[in-house]
């Protein structure tokens, strides 16, 4: 599969979007911004791990059914946890009602719904539970930092933000534990997935080529996505271009698009009817890229294979632009952190920052006061408009994944700690001088996104899952 975001939907009364998780846990990762949230379908098998209720993808709470009869039976176990009816039922009200709001015609039938939502509530738990296994914490702080950071986003302030939950029926205690365990996991992914890209100097020489080439192509696309099994037989990939086949062709005869994805796409989007969103040329791979040239608005793609399934795209738009790069205008805590000593006398005066700015204080203020960085700290902390390859990637991929007025947790570069503040963003005509600092950026993405799919397809089948309730197994379970 091509692209995945990890994102929820808050509603506050109205729906107010869906909001990168970049934006709760502020901790360097991946941009995000143009992908769409991602469960992907696979075959259950063996293994290891535990149940969160907190785990849901949206800090929504659904109303529950009128008939609540066993809805307190367990429907599946993940390692040794458990998902039970009503927290099944209690996420598919969820989803049907952000399908019904962003495309009717996308809802797919009952007994599939269900079974794809269970299938995003699997992977989302054994997630956590590695995360929970490799230790990964969320002190107070940074939790408060996340809350203020979302509010900010929603042009609330935190008490606000509690309020506008309370009038929803939302528990602030589960809302804060939702988005503790989102923090966790996107620091897991983190850890295991995006911190372990490493691209050579040839690779991103060739790949700033390619972008010149491109320029600034973007595709607002649809995706419906079949899967391969693991290490497929020739058979196996045979019987997954067929169905990739009768798909397109029930496509091509006028199906609804959204519709059919979410009947039997596997992708990561299959809950978002297949919508991909925005997405710039160079991160996708070249064989997608250059088939997506050939078509029209609103053509549909050829199928085309992939290293774990075949993809059918809709091409819903497409801009042909001078390629830009994302400039972000933005300031900076530094703190010392060479030896033991100075890293715990670093985090505990960035805990107290931390905590500073929640009570109020100028994030200027505090830069001109504790920020060891003597170039900035006179000028409260200010950088000014931040090019890319102007910092080393950490910062880079930190101030990208805030949202504007937001404030990273501590990140710690070479001997220090930094706190990064976002106070705007624009897109700026890519100068040559940016040209290998903007390829690298993309070429960093695209192949993020293909290992994050490698990596949530290993732990998904190296996890016992039962299904208990055969309605909800998938075919080929």
Request: aromatic content about 4%; overall charge neutral.
């Amino acid at each position: 599969m091509l692209l995945k975001h990890r994102s929820a939907v808050l509603v506050l009364g109205l729906v107010l979007g869906t909001i990168p998780a970049s934006a709760w846990a502020t901790t360097p990762f991946l941009n995000r911004d143009t992908l769409l949230p991602s469960p992907p379908v696979a075959t259950p098998r063996t293994a290891t791990q535990t149940y969160s209720e907190n785990s849901a993808e949206a800090p929504v709470v659904a109303p529950l059914p009128e008939n609540t009869q066993d809805l307190d039976k367990v429907v599946a176990v993940i390692n040794d946890n458990i998902i039970t009816s009503m927290q099944l039922e209690q996420r598919v009200r969820a989803v049907r009602a952000r399908l019904q709001a962003q495309d009717p015609n996308a809802m797919p039938p009952e007994d599939i719904l269900r079974r794809q939502v269970l299938q995003q509530m699997i992977l989302q738990d054994i997630e956590l539970q590695i995360a929970h296994r490799a230790g990964i914490k969320v002190d107070k702080a940074t939790l408060d930092q996340a809350v203020d950071n979302l509010a900010r986003t929603n042009n609330l302030t935190p008490d606000q933000l509690r309020q506008a939950l309370a009038n929803q029926g939302q528990s602030w205690k589960s809302f804060t534990n939702d988005l503790r365990d989102r923090i966790r996991v996107d620091r897991l992914m983190q850890q295991e997935v995006e911190s372990r890209v490493h691209i050579g100097p040839d690779e991103v020489k060739t790949f700033a080529q390619q972008l010149k080439e491109m320029g600034g192509v973007r595709f607002d696309l649809q995706q419906i996505f079949i899967a391969l099994p693991d290490n497929p037989t020739p058979d196996a990939v045979s019987t997954a271009r067929r169905e990739a086949s009768r798909v397109r062709d029930r496509l091509i005869a006028g199906e609804s698009f959204s519709r059919l994805a979410t009947q039997v796409s596997s992708g990561h989007d299959v809950l978002q009817g297949g919508r991909l969103g925005w997405v710039k040329a160079g991160e996708l791979p070249p064989s997608v890229t250059q088939s997506l040239l050939q078509l029209k608005v609103g053509d549909i793609s050829p199928i085309i294979p992939g290293p774990t399934g075949f993809h059918i795209f809709k091409l819903l738009d497409v801009k042909h632009e001078q390629p830009t790069v994302t400039e972000v205008k933005a300031a900076m805590i530094v703190l010392r952190a060479g030896n033991g000593l100075q890293l715990q006398e670093a985090e505990t005066r960035a805990q107290d920052i931390q905590q500073a700015l929640q009570n109020g204080t100028r994030f200027s203020e505090l830069a001109r006061n504790y920020s060891q960085d003597q170039s900035t700290a006179a000028h409260g902390g200010e950088l000014g408009w931040v090019a890319p390859g102007r910092l080393p990637d950490n910062l880079e991929r930190a101030l990208l994944s805030l949202q504007v007025g937001g404030v990273s947790s501590p990140i710690r570069e070479g001997d220090a700690l930094y706190i990064m503040h976002s106070q705007g963003q624009r897109q700026q005509i890519v100068k040559e001088q940016q040209i290998m600092a903007a390829a690298r950026m993309q070429l960093y993405n695209r192949i993020v996104h293909e290992r994050m799919d490698e990596w949530q397809r290993r732990i998904r089948d190296s996890a016992y899952v039962e299904i208990l309730e055969p309605g909800l197994r998938s075919a080929d379970a």
